[in-house]
């Protein structure tokens, strides 16, 4: 069988259709890569790809025996993986459902509209790091998180001030749990959320930290975190988690985050007609 294969690879011919196949592959490769780097699943691959190699080599050197158990081996973990890996693999291909073929249009609320909600938010946040109030807030994007706030309180009021420090406020009975905001909404208080397996992830962080981060790597929510310990603020989106900000950084990043995407897109028809109105005058001119 490996000779066949190496005969196979020596007369191989390349043409558009296998150039195009190649390229495909790699770019899928790459965005798996991507997907599991810092996940338990990581390891898991590493492991594979050694098994891998050795089951090639035990062909071309022709250790039968060897190259039988590896083979086994290898169509166990193979089956083994949807079951080991369950959240891992969920977690990829909602981000494939994140894409932007299956992505609705920009968000259906005004820029203004998000800052008044924004404002209340800067106004709470404070309160909370003076005081250090622990507080764990979610803000729903195009990724729906109507699972998550049912295993909560509902309250769907206005967002206000007031009404995220009493939520907060240590003798609540909902500050331990997650508040998610949706379409501007206070949807709900007191939920729970997925915990990040990052196994990276600081030692110092506690639970609160784990369950932002953790929502973050199932969806494209931004999730602000105000630590009970230290009042440092953090914000994770994406996976990634970053502290240590102050109320300027923050309000710029969130609103980067809801609408740079939506600006470019605004400002992309505008900037072509300059082009070709510019390119009209300077034809004139001559």
């Not at 490996?2 to 196949?21: N, P, S, T």
């Not at 007191?190 to 506690?206: A, D, F, Q, R, V």
């Amino acid at each position: 069988m490996w000779e066949q294969l190496l005969a196979g690879i020596i007369h191989f011919r390349l043409d558009w259709r296998d150039v195009l196949d190649i390229a495909i592959l790699t770019y899928i490769l790459y965005r798996l890569i991507i997907l599991i780097r810092g996940t338990r699943a990581e390891q898991l691959v590493k492991g594979l790809i050694v098994l891998f190699i050795a089951l090639v080599g035990s062909g071309l050197l022709g250790l039968r025996t060897i190259n039988w158990f590896l083979e086994g081996l290898m169509t166990i973990g193979l089956i083994a993986i949807p079951i080991v890996f369950q959240p891992e693999l969920r977690r990829a291909l909602e981000h494939i459902g994140r894409g932007k073929i299956f992505q609705r249009p920009a968000y259906e609320y005004e820029e203004e509209n998000f800052e008044i909600v924004l404002e209340e938010l800067l106004k709470a946040i404070p309160v909370l790091v003076k005081k250090k109030i622990g507080a764990l807030i979610v803000l729903e994007r195009k990724t729906g998180l109507k699972e998550f706030a049912e295993t909560g309180i509902k309250i769907e009021g206005l967002v206000t001030a007031e009404l995220l420090i009493n939520i907060f406020m240590p003798r609540s009975p909902l500050h331990d749990g997650a508040v998610i905001i949706r379409d501007l909404i206070l949807s709900a208080a007191g939920c729970y959320l997925p915990l990040t397996e990052n196994p990276n992830l600081s030692k110092e962080l506690g639970t609160r930290h784990r369950a932002g981060l953790g929502i973050t790597e199932v969806s494209d929510a931004v999730v602000i975190i105000v630590s009970e310990e230290t009042g440092v603020i953090s914000l994770a989106h994406d996976g990634k988690l970053t502290r240590y900000l102050d109320e300027k950084t923050l309000r710029s990043t969130l609103l980067n985050q809801y609408f740079s995407a939506a600006k470019q897109k605004r400002q992309v028809i505008p900037a072509i007609f300059a082009r070709r109105f510019n390119q009209q005058n300077a034809e004139e001119e001559k």
